[in-house]
C-alpha cells in the first residue's frame, strides 16, 4: 500500500511568490493534516480536513495560507504571497476516520523563501 | 491540551533495552498517550498508542502507571537503526473535533556501537 506522498520535496522561491504544496494521502483515509516546522522550531498543527471538509484550521498562521482538498482525495496547501518566515518543512498526514492519533506522515516539502 | 515532559536526549549501546519516560501530570479523562518516532528528513511514525496498563506491539512497549500521569516508552535491544526523535504526545482520541498532534521537542536517541 502506498504511503502519503508529498509534492515537490523541495521547493526555493523568492519572496512575494506563490507556492502550491501538493499531499496525496492514503488511500481511503478520510482524515487529512498539515503542519510546519520552522527552522528549530517544533512541529506545529496546521489544519485537519475530514473529506472535503475543513474540520479544524487553528493553526494556520494567516490568509496568506489557504488549503483546500476538493473532492476528498489530494490536498493543495497555497502560500500567497510568500514571505522569509514561511520557510520550513510542510508535512502532510492522513489517518482513518476513527483513529485520529494514529497519523501517516508524508517525507514533507522543505520550503526555502529567500 | 495536557504538556508533556521528556528528556532532550539519551544515548545507549546497541543491544540494550532503552525506557523513555514522559511526564504528563495534567492528562485529562479522555486523553491517549501516543508516541511518535522520527528520522532525520523524514516525517513523524507512529510507534504506539495506549491508555492504560500497558500495550505491547512489535516495535515497542508503553507502560502507563495507573494515575497515569506518567508513561514509559520500553524499545528492547535497541540497534543503530533506533536513532531518531522520539515523541510523546497526549490528547483525546475520539469524538468530535480536531485529531491535531501536539509535538514537542521530543528525546534524541542516539545508538552506538
Known amino acids: 500500500e502506498a504511503g502519503v506522498t508529498q509534492f515537490p520535496s523541495h521547493s526555493v522561491i523568492e519572496k512575494g511568490q506563490t507556492v502550491t504544496l501538493r499531499c496525496d494521502p492514503i488511500s481511503g483515509h478520510d482524515n487529512l493534516y498539515w503542519y510546519r516546522r520552522v527552522m528549530g522550531k517544533e512541529i506545529k498543527f496546521l489544519l485537519h480536513?475530514?473529506?472535503?471538509?475543513?474540520?479544524?484550521e487553528s493553526g494556520m498562521p494567516n490568509n496568506r495560507f489557504l488549503a483546500e482538498r476538493t473532492g476528498g482525495t489530494y490536498s493543495t496547501l497555497k502560500v500567497q504571497p510568500a514571505e522569509l518566515e514561511d520557510s520550513g518543512v510542510y508535512f502532510c498526514?492522513?489517518?482513518?476516520?476513527?483513529?485520529?492519533?494514529?497519523?501517516?506522515f508524508g517525507p514533507g516539502t522543505r520550503l526555502t523563501v529567500t | 491540551l495536557a504538556k508533556t515532559t521528556q528528556p532532550i536526549s539519551m544515548d545507549s549501546y546497541e543491544g540494550q533495552e532503552v525506557n523513555i519516560t514522559c511526564s504528563h501530570n495534567n492528562i485529562a479523562t479522555n486523553d491517549y498517550i501516543t508516541w511518535y518516532q522520527q528520522f532525520p528528513s523524514q516525517g513523524p511514525r507512529f510507534i504506539i498508542q495506549g491508555y492504560k496498563t500497558k500495550v505491547t506491539n512489535e516495535v515497542a512497549s508503553l507502560f502507563i502507571p495507573a494515575d497515569r500521569k506518567s508513561s514509559t516508552l520500553s524499545l528492547p535491544r535497541v540497534s543503530l537503526s533506533d536513532t531518531a526523535v522520539y515523541y510523546c504526545l497526549v490528547g483525546p482520541d475520539s469524538g468530535a473535533g480536531s485529531y491535531q498532534l501536539t509535538f514537542g521537542k521530543g528525546t534524541k536517541l542516539s545508538v552506538i556501537p
Open positions: 480536513f475530514v473529506k472535503e471538509s475543513k474540520q479544524d
Open positions: 498526514a492522513s489517518s482513518q476516520f476513527d483513529r485520529g492519533h494514529e497519523q501517516y
